[in-house]
């Protein structure tokens, strides 16, 4: 497909990109203009139009939204593309929609043309029901493209599905301290909300369990329960501290086969415990379950109860809640707060970013070294990371392109900005740019790291940012080992569209004898320190031997 803007003379055949309204008439997008509609648009003194003209192997919208559709859509669903490349995806019958917000994070990264939204997961959804939008916001999609995104869905069940209510048994199992009024009172409260919340979803609440709150007695107690043929257990805790470590989670974790989730992060009702033994489900609910805000909470219990199978994976990456808007603090927390880091005017220390570049194939090495497992079990572009997180530098970017998601495994639980480079195949500066780019206007510099030196630290990334200075508008900090240079290299933020990586013939380099003049060399002793592994020797220097990777 051509993209240009058009000469409306030149317009025949011209797929449009937008919406354009005429006189009383619509000309969708993805309308193909023809030999009269150019007529009419000059009478409308338009002279040039954006647009799309198909080629060989190119697809409608409407044509691609179908195929995706299709392979989004499973059980209980049903799906009507139009000419704009909109598709309205329904229920075709009553139940509970499924689906995976993770998974549609990641469909959404696919391609920049294609969007998916969905309702909340685990609805109610009656016949006929929205609960999905797909569009293609292009009007035309290569069939490259298309089979792309439906080769990278191949791998999974359908994304949208929507699975028939039935009847499940539910028990409620009260962990008691004291025995009183109060507690008996607190009880009723919560079973009374638990029951509203879902007995529309076909849950049977018919047997009652009492134990004492001794994690003996609960474990006791939840045996019978699971015995007696119980699909759910919701366990009633007696204290507000209910959490990993309570006796009900020693309980749950002597009986149970898997503890799917311990950690709920919503403040006053994190107590939310899943866990599952055989195909039974045991959830402890919030102490505060009756009086808290428990829409975000009943998404997972809903999830906890819809699944076929508890996975330890469904529940890795949990949705943060937002906290209501408009609370003030209290008199008393006014007179003791404390101010945030970075406010003071005072701080004379440089602030430097930091890009780790990982993007790169690294054909050298004859695999991918980046990846090779180190002595700690993790691959080797993760020493960088780790030291550049431990140092001074923030904030650290990570550019990513070559084997993305097997380092998005390894990122995924550490507070770092994950930059992808799709261009990474067209050099090392494509992700320097990208890095760059990203880097905000407080920082006066950053630290450019390759990914492939696990030999260094973060007391070194340290030095060498604390040889520059922040009163210095245009400057360099490198390292060099007996005079010869080498990464990592600080650039000043005034010398950002100059900003490179050393090269192996550091001393040969044009631009660090442009800027000589403000450069600080920051000598190293230990040479291996600086190692940049860049063939099959220098993996072995730093990797076990016997990787294989």
């Not at 009880?187 to 979803?201: A, G």
């Not at 009702?269 to 505060?288: C, E, N, Q, T």
């Amino acid at each position: 497909m051509k993209y240009d803007e058009f000469d409306i003379n030149a317009a025949d055949n011209v797929r449009l990109l937008s919406d354009i309204q005429l006189g009383g008439r619509l000309y969708p997008k993805g309308y193909s203009l023809n030999k009269e509609d150019v007529i009419i648009f000059k009478m409308y003194h338009i002279r040039r139009i954006a647009g799309v003209v198909a080629e060989e192997g190119d697809i409608s919208a409407q044509t691609a939204a179908g195929i995706i559709a299709a392979k989004l859509c499973g059980k209980g669903t049903s799906f009507v593309a139009n000419d704009k490349g909109e598709c309205v995806i329904a229920a075709a019958e009553d139940g509970i929609f499924i689906s995976n917000e993770d998974r549609i994070d990641k469909f959404n990264r696919m391609h920049p043309d294609v969007i998916l939204n969905t309702i909340t997961p685990y609805h109610k959804a009656t016949n006929e029901e929205i609960i999905a939008k797909l569009e293609i916001m292009s009007p035309l999609m290569t069939q490259e493209d298309v089979d792309s995104i439906i080769f990278k869905l191949s791998g999974n069940t359908e994304l949208l599905q929507i699975k028939p209510i039935n009847a499940q048994k539910a028990a409620l199992l009260y962990s008691r301290l004291q025995d009183d009024k109060d507690e008996n009172r607190h009880f009723t409260s919560v079973v009374k909300k638990l029951v509203t919340e879902f007995s529309s979803f076909g849950i049977e609440f018919n047997s009652e369990y009492n134990a004492n709150y001794t994690s003996d007695s609960i474990a006791d107690e939840l045996e019978d329960a699971i015995k007696a043929n119980n699909d759910l257990i919701f366990i009633l805790p007696p204290l507000s501290s209910s959490n990993r470590h309570s006796m009900i989670a020693r309980a749950i974790n002597s009986v149970a086969d898997d503890n799917i989730c311990s950690h709920f992060p919503q403040i006053s009702v994190s107590g939310l415990i899943i866990a599952s033994k055989r195909d039974k489900k045991i959830i402890v609910l919030p102490y505060d379950y009756d009086s808290a805000n428990i829409s975000f909470i009943n998404r997972y219990i809903k999830q906890a109860i819809f699944s076929e199978k508890l996975l330890v994976d469904d529940f890795k990456h949990l949705h943060s809640p937002y906290l209501i808007e408009g609370e003030n603090l209290s008199s008393e927390d006014v007179a003791n707060l404390i101010i945030a880091k970075g406010q003071g005017s005072d701080s004379k220390k440089a602030s430097i970013a930091a890009i780790v570049l990982a993007a790169g194939i690294g054909s050298r090495s004859g695999r991918n070294k980046l990846m090779v497992e180190m002595e700690d079990g993790q691959p080797l572009f993760m020493k960088a990371v780790n030291a550049a997180m431990a140092s001074q530098a923030n904030p650290v970017f990570v550019i990513t392109g070559y084997h993305d998601e097997d380092m998005q495994e390894y990122l995924d639980n550490i507070d770092v900005n994950v930059v992808y480079n799709p261009a990474y195949r067209s050099g090392v500066k494509t992700s320097i740019s990208l890095g760059l780019k990203s880097v905000p206007n407080f920082c006066d510099g950053c630290i450019i790291i390759p990914a492939d030196m696990p030999n260094l630290t973060a007391s070194d990334i340290d030095k060498l940012i604390a040889s520059f200075r922040p009163e210095q508008e245009k400057q360099i900090c490198v390292f060099a080992n007996k005079g010869i240079k080498s990464n990592p290299i600080i650039w000043s933020r005034a010398l950002y569209d100059k900003a490179d990586i050393v090269p192996e013939n550091a001393n040969l380099r044009p631009v660090l004898v442009e800027h000589a003049d403000y450069t600080t060399v920051v000598e190293i002793k230990n040479a291996q320190k600086l190692l940049d592994v860049n063939f099959p020797s220098d993996i072995e220097k730093v990797a076990p031997k016997n990787n294989k990777a």
